[in-house]
Nanobody, 112 residues
Framework: VQLQESGPGLVKPSQTLSLTCTVS??????????WGWIRQPPGKGLEWMGA???????YYSPSLQSRTSISRDTSKNQFTLQVTSVTPEDTAVYYC?????WGQGTLVTVSS
């Protein structure tokens, strides 16, 4: 299974960050896997943001739930992260993963 993140590398403050993870070699609807987003700000540890299960159910970190949304497009075998009202503190390397497999990560910088 391979995962690949894609999306803008630069987002302005107050805008919405949107990233897509494209999965190959496996289906995002296969039980029992969940497909998640994790981020790592510069100089800090990993932070789990949320996930979407094979069933379509979603789960979010309580600290990010009000600003985070995860959805999927099963026809494209992709799932998407959106974070609203971003600030420079949302600058991080964003990873998509299913627990066993991780994407390579993509740096998103929030700056005007």
């Amino acid at each position: 299974v391979q995962l690949q993140e894609s999306g803008p590398g630069l987002v302005k403050p107050s805008q919405t960050l949107s990233l897509t993870c494209t999965v190959s070699g496996g289906s995002i609807t296969t039980s029992p896997y969940s497909w998640g987003w994790i981020r790592q700000p510069p100089g800090k540890g990993l932070e789990w943001m949320g996930a979407i299960a094979y069933s379509g159910s979603t789960y979010y970190s309580p600290s990010l739930q009000s600003r985070t949304s995860i959805s999927r497009d099963t026809s494209k075998n992709q799932f998407t992260l959106q974070v609203t009202s971003v600030t420079p503190e949302d600058t991080a390397v964003y990873y998509c993963a299913n627990g066993l497999h991780w994407g390579q990560g993509t740096l998103v910088t929030v700056s005007s």
